[in-house]
């Protein structure tokens, strides 16, 4: 039988699956959440105004400009003062110093004073991160499929433990932002790894009720930060807190087993059989232990990516399934022919993504979908801290409003596919937050309106998530085995730095 089939032998939803499944969701997601996520609070904004000498602090207001913000607010400016308002009321900037009303709360925007003509900074060093991500898809996507996801994921994990608290001893901005760029490298070889591993654990038929219920985990992961963001109140100390958790998963290295599909695209089918027989013992499933669960290869000549891996002329509505080596006899071979055959097997060239006419399709469709996706739900969720109400309050809703979200997700992939619901979920995420765009802050009659602002951003964020869980697994199924780590994701890391500025 071939792997798939074995897999539904030995698989399902039993013991062993769900263990590897709730181990490599925690182990991805809480290291990919916290990190690309936690600039929200880290680089928090707080209500400042120029520093005053200590005689002017007791009427701030006689010497801070009263201003109208942007938002239609009232109160201090900003970035000028007065030069002498015993005088005149000349305004002048400030010069490199302002005081902070921070709640107690020590960001690295009063770390470094990113405020007024520097506060793009800030925002600088989230682009950074998700620059980060896009450079990892481009060198750790071939390190996972020639390497194996096992020991990417741990890897990565031990690096970003590393990576992050390095990164909360920075002491300048510029080191700030070259540590942010590498974990944002790290973090995407961690989910990417892990991703790919979960979808590779379950059988065709059970991939889509994995791959999106793994979504429950994100969510989980998601709604620790702001609980985390708000007891620990200087960024330093939480960054170390954040990254300290990833070096316990080096413990994975003697409990996660490697990926079976990757092992036979790898022509190591012996590690496979092993590996199966062990997944049948654990979850009960009678095997005898002389069976053969895998076919072989027929001999060690190499395979031909473009015949192995080309998807059928005749597309279907049923998404494409792990291709991997014909299913045939084994041949002895010598050691040193096994080692050049399992290169030549994981050395399928990315040239092969372009030479079949329906990856093509599938590689500017899935594009696209990333492009749409990642810079709604990322500009949704770094815009928390603008909006009306306590952004710690807000952050919360936005991960429970994914609840449902995935819920829905689930149910229309299983009744519907994947691509009627993709479709909606876009139209249902676009139309609010373009209301949003032409809503003022209040209304020609004083109005305030924060409250519908607030309302429909959550809508839109309600199904850019349904949407998120639908194309994550969408654009994991459409690709084979040894191409679907090194297919380009471009558009996702595009938007994702784009929705940061």
Known sequence: MDIDEALRVVGGYRRY?????????????????????????????????????????????????????????????????????????????????????????????????????????????????????????????????????????????????????????????????VLRTILGMLTVACLNSGLTEIMELFDSKRRAVAGISLE???????????????????????????????????????????????????GRHDEAEKLLHQIARWNGVPVDPNTQLLSRPESSLPLKPSADYALSETPSDNLVTDLVPPAIPVQPRSTSESAARKKRTMSVPLKNLFKDKYLRLYLVICSLLWLANCFVYYALILSIPTL??????????????????????????????RRIPTCVYHIIAGVPITIVTFIPKTSASGTDLSALIVTLVMISKFAISASFSVVILYAKELFPTNLRQRRPTIGFRISSSASCQ
């Open 17 to 177: 699956h769900l263990t590897i499944f709730i181990l490599l969701g925690v182990s991805m997601f809480i290291p990919v959440a916290w990190q690309g996520l936690s600039i929200v609070f880290m680089a928090w904004e707080p209500p400042h105004w120029c520093r005053l000498d200590d005689a002017s602090t007791n009427n701030i207001s006689v010497h801070i400009p009263i201003v109208r913000e942007d938002n239609g607010n009232v109160g201090l400016s900003k970035c000028t003062k007065y030069v002498n308002s015993s005088i005149d009321y000349n305004i002048t900037t400030c010069t490199n110093q302002w005081t902070y009303d921070n709640n107690g709360y020590y960001t690295v925007v009063e770390q470094w004073n990113l405020v007024c003509q520097r506060n793009y900074l800030s925002e600088l060093s989230q682009t950074a991160y998700h620059l980060g991500c896009l450079f990892s898809e481009i060198v750790f996507s071939y390190l996972v499929d020639r390497y194996g996801r096992k020991m990417v994921h741990i890897v990565s994990n031990l690096a970003i433990s590393v990576v992050g608290i390095a990164t909360a001893f920075s002491n300048t901005f510029i080191t700030f932002i």
């Open 216 to 266: 429950f985990q994100w969510i989980f992961c998601y709604l620790t930060l702001p609980i985390l963001t708000y007891y620990i109140t200087d960024w330093r100390i939480l960054q170390i807190a954040l990254s300290i958790v990833s070096a316990i998963f080096v413990i994975y290295f003697w409990i996660l087993p490697e990926s079976p599909i990757w092992l036979v695209a790898a």
């Open 388 to 417: 009306a109400g306590n952004r710690f309050i807000n952050f919360l809703i936005m991960g429970f409003v994914e609840l449902p979200a995935v819920s829905l997700a689930l149910y229309t992939t299983q009744k519907f596919g």
